[in-house]
Every structure is written in C-alpha cells, then in structure tokens.
C-alpha cells in the first residue's frame, strides 16, 4: 500500500463508529507503517506516534472502551494537553513517569504525553499490593505517578496525580507542547517481569527496539488504516502496545475490551464492532472458542487474522479457528519482554488434524536472529533441544538497575547482542522452532510470565518456614499454582498467605495451599518437590478444598482456613 493509496472509506456502524471521517491534507505516515517505503527519512518523534492519523483522519473513531471513545484529534490533543503539564511539573528527557495502569481509553493519552516529553513511559499493575507498588516505585524514582483512581499515594517523595486531577487537566483549556524527539538509544518504556531472585526485573525498551519491532511485527499483523483490532491484554503487560499503541500508530481502530471474560459476551462484541484482528492469549482464545461450534463467518463476520502467544495453545483450539475459517489467518506467536513483544512467529496454513503437541512458533521476524545453544555450541539437526538465545534489533537496553542480571541473560556473538531466554526449543524437520520448555522454574499462566522463584523467597522470607515448594499442578483441568511450606508450626501458613497477599499480584498468589511438618529432601540436599506435588495434585483433585496437610505419614488431608481437618 502506498501514502496515495489510503482508503479514507466509511467505518463499520457500531457504538464505537461515527461513520466516514472528512478528507485531509496527506501527511507522510511513520517508517513503521506497512509500506516499505514510507521507511525512508529518520524516524518520528515517539511522541508523535498518532499525529499523522490525527492530522489525516481527525473526526475517525481511534478507540472506545466501553465508557469513553476518542478520535485521534482527540487523542493527539489530549495528548499534548497533558504533555504540557507534566513538562510543567519537570518531566523531560529520560525521567521516568510511572502510571498505575488499567484498561482505559486514556491509558494511551497517558503513554503518548509521556512520550511527547521525550520521557519513559513505565505502566505498572493498578491492582498490584501497596508494598509491592512502594517497592517498585523507590526502585524507579519516577518524576511523575499518574494513577487512574483516586487513591492516597502509595509512596512520598514523586508528584503524584489521580483521577479527579487528570480529568481535570484533560477538560481544561487545550494546551500545545511541542514533541520532545527521544535519541534511538533512549528507553521508551520500563515493563516489570516476575524474577528468580524474588525482585521483580524492569526491562527497559529503548525507541530503536520498538520502532523496529513496529515494522518487523506487522509485516506479520497487516494492520491497515481499515483494522478494527480487539484489545485484551492489561497495561502493564507488553503486548499493549501490540493491540493498542502499535495499531493506533496506523490509523486503526482499537476497541479495548474491559468487560467479563465470558466467550459469548467476547463473541458479541468482536460481531457488534466489526473486528478483523483478534489477539488473545491460549487462555482468553480457548473461551472465545467456546467448543467450536460458535466459530463461523456468521460469529466473526469481518474477522482476517487470529493471533495468539505468551504460552502455550492447545493445537485443537487452533484446529478449530483454521477449520471454521480456512480464509482467516492463524498464527502462532512467541516472544519474551526482553526481546519486545514479539520475535518469532509461524502461520498455521493447513489443519493438521493429528496433531497433538503444540504447532511451531515458527521463524524469527525480519531484523530478528536466533539460535538454538547447546553447551555453548549452536545447534541445527531437527528435535535436538537447546535453549533460545535471540538477537537483533529488538534486544531489550537491559534490566532497570540490575547490570549483574543483565550481563547474566545478554550476550553477544558475531558482535550482535543476544538475550539467553531461558526457554528449551528445537527446529523440527521444517526448519521451524519448536517451544520445549525452561530450563527453570518460569511459567506462564493466562499469558503472565511468573518466576516460581519470586514466590518462593517471598515465602521463605517468613520467620518459621524451613523449606517451601512451588508448582503448577494439573486441578480439573487446568494448570494452577500450588505451594507446600515446610515448618514446624503449622500457625505460620497463615502468616505466610498474609505476606503473599501483601507483595505479590493477585495472578502470583498461589491456588492450593499445604502445609508439611516435615522436610522432603532428595539425595543432593535440595526440597524434593515431585512427590509434595503428586500427592498434592491428587488429593485437590477430588475436592473443592484449596487448602490442605500433609500428615507424618505422608498422607493429604483437606483442612480448613484454621488448618483444621
């Protein structure tokens, strides 16, 4: 598609449409567009990341959430409104500007403002505990905390802006502020992972990797200007800016879904808003899929591509969209914070009705390298296991202060900067990778990434505990966390459910919860998990109980929140 070539046609009617939008004088789009070569010249200012469909489509709808809908004059607006407070509060070149994300329409007014100062933008979880919140925002010391309620601060010492202020702002008098270019180099945005240390890790994105990573990842998403794309993914998770920020850029249309994750109520709304991109984690995929029989045109009418990735999917489910839509594109997706969203990806273009283990992720993305290590040697022939390291322009600056842990997982070879991933892959008889496993104890769940290690210390950061096991075990039907703590007291499980609740998010909490007077030690000394968790996952699966003992002799009872039987 060329600049002359954009189709400035009708928008589908919905709630979320106010119909065709008025011809405007052409602007050349960004260099991370669809067309090759709108690639030419330096790159845009981050923070002009939605001037061109503003200037080019004004009155189109750019995204709706339910609640609020914007065009993109109004998002650019509200933009520079908000950029030029917080330039009055400090705000510049390289500060860091924290928000307290949920999903809203004026989550991408917040990251665009941030931007537009040249600063780096840092989505944290809203609903995370105080302390953790506290903890993560003296390790930022951010110039600016901008948060979507009305809470008290969570921390002295940073500007601190609610609700009430910012829509205070946003309905003042209209301000213009002049978009703060960022150096390539500089960090765009800071998102926190679970760590092994018990320390949740910042990986830090600098512009050149997310420039690069727009144009290298929609050579596979094909948004266009006529994209209706259906946003699941919370702020605070990268792939935002995926289903968000990257569609925006376009001139797509976004519709942010904030409601129950029910299949029929998802289903209804893809139908209701005309979408033709639906990205959606295994999880949130499996309930839209709903047993297969609602997956037909009359379902997903204007429906082109179905992506999904951050863990693992069941091939049926997939079977079932390829089947029920043979013209729809389904791809398979992976891709680590580290390396920016997304960096490997594979299009399933045939059922293969046999399948049982999960398809490929397939092949890196344009600018992207990757290698299969094994004992330092990089490795080709088919079904031999090694770990992931990936490498190229997409390559995270590193973790938010923590150079000893970056020099852990980044390497370079052949002078091009690679990141360990920690994940177990091999090529099959294609030449596509397939995903193993880890050589850790990282797991993803609902598409988050959680370091069982992070619970782990938390847990045994209580005074009492001895040893503490950590897992995913099978409870009808689904993978859930469970944890055994390992104490003579068994008064101390409640002291350590209380310190869960108080650092770690909701999604980290673990689902079934034991106690064992004594320890399982293997041969080297070390907790031997295996059988904790056997006997565990068998007794939870023949109750609705969530908490539990293990009796001296190695039986599993069920107990109550007293730890009683």
């Not at 926190?192 to 994105?205: A, H």
């Not at 897992?471 to 008064?491: E, Q, S």
Request: glycine share 10%; hydrophobic share 40%.
């Amino acid at each position: 598609m060329t600049k002359s070539s954009v189709s400035e046609g009708p928008i589908p009617e919905g709630p979320a449409s106010k119909g065709p939008a008025p011809k405007a004088p052409a602007v050349a789009l960004p260099p991370w567009s669809i067309d090759p070569a709108d690639q030419a010249g330096p790159a845009p200012a981050l923070g002009d990341l939605v001037r061109a469909a503003a200037i080019r489509w004004p009155d189109r709808q750019a995204l709706h959430d339910g609640r609020l809908g914007l065009t993109f004059a109004e998002l650019e607006q509200r933009a520079r409104t908000l950029a030029a407070w917080l330039a009055g509060q400090g705000v510049g070149p390289d500060d860091r500007v924290a928000v307290l994300a949920e999903k809203s329409a004026l989550m991408p007014v917040l990251a665009v403002a941030i931007w537009k100062c040249g600063a780096v933008y840092v989505p944290l979880d809203g609903t995370a505990p105080v302390p953790r919140l506290r903890g993560l925002l003296d390790r930022l010391d951010p110039r600016v905390v901008l948060a979507l309620d009305d809470r008290e601060p969570t921390a002295d010492g940073f500007r601190w802006a609610g609700r009430t202020e910012l829509d205070g702002i946003l309905a003042g008098p209209a301000r213009e502020w002049p978009t703060v270019p960022h150096r390539p180099g500089a960090t765009a945005y800071i998102i926190f992972t679970s760590g092994s240390t018990g320390e949740p890790k910042g990986v830090e994105i600098t512009v050149a990797n997310l420039v690069a990573y727009f144009g290298n990842h929609n050579e596979i998403l094909r948004f266009t200007p006529e994209s209706r794309v259906f946003s699941l993914s919370p702020f605070h998770f990268d792939v935002s800016i995926e289903d968000t920020l990257l569609p925006l850029s376009l001139g797509a249309y976004v519709h942010q879904f904030r409601g129950v994750h029910a299949g029929a109520v998802m289903r209804a709304v893809i139908a209701r808003e005309g979408i033709t991109h639906l990205i959606a984690v295994s999880t949130l995929l499996t309930m839209i899929t709903e047993g297969g029989r609602h997956v037909t045109r009359e379902n997903f009418p204007r429906l082109e591509m179905v992506m999904t990735g951050a863990e693992v999917c069941d091939p049926g489910v997939i079977n079932v969209w390829k089947d029920g839509l043979p013209e729809v594109r389904v791809i398979n997706v992976y891709g680590p914070t580290e390396a920016t969203i997304v960096c490997v990806a594979h299009e399933i273009e045939r059922v293969d009705p046999e399948r049982v283990s999960a398809y490929p992720i397939g092949r890196p993305l344009r600018g992207v390298t990757a290698r299969i290590m094994d004992d330092g040697t990089e490795v080709h022939d088919p079904d031999r296991i090694g770990e992931l390291w990936i490498g190229g322009e997409q390559v995270m600056r590193g973790y938010h202060g923590q150079p000893e842990e970056t020099a852990r997982r980044v390497v370079e070879v052949d002078g091009v900067r690679h990141y360990r991933t920690g994940d177990l892959c091999s090529y099959d008889e294609n030449g596509d990778i397939v995903f193993r496993g880890r050589n850790d104890d990282e797991v993803k769940l609902a598409g988050r990434r959680i370091h069982l290690g992070e619970i782990r210390q938390t847990v045994l950061s209580c005074p009492g505990v001895e040893r503490a096991a950590v897992a995913l075990v099978p409870r009808h039907g689904h993978d859930v966390i469970a944890l055994v703590v390992m104490a003579p007291d068994r008064a101390v499980v409640a002291d350590v459910e209380k310190r869960l609740g108080e650092l770690l998010p909701s999604y980290m909490l673990p689902t079934l919860v034991a106690w064992s007077p004594e320890l399982t030690l293997s041969s080297t000394g070390k907790t031997d998990e295996k059988p904790l968790m056997r006997r565990l996952a068998e007794a939870a699966g023949e109750t609705s109980a969530t908490r539990f003992a293990f009796t001296p002799a190695g039986d599993v009872e069920a107990v109550d929140e007293d730890g009683h039987a």
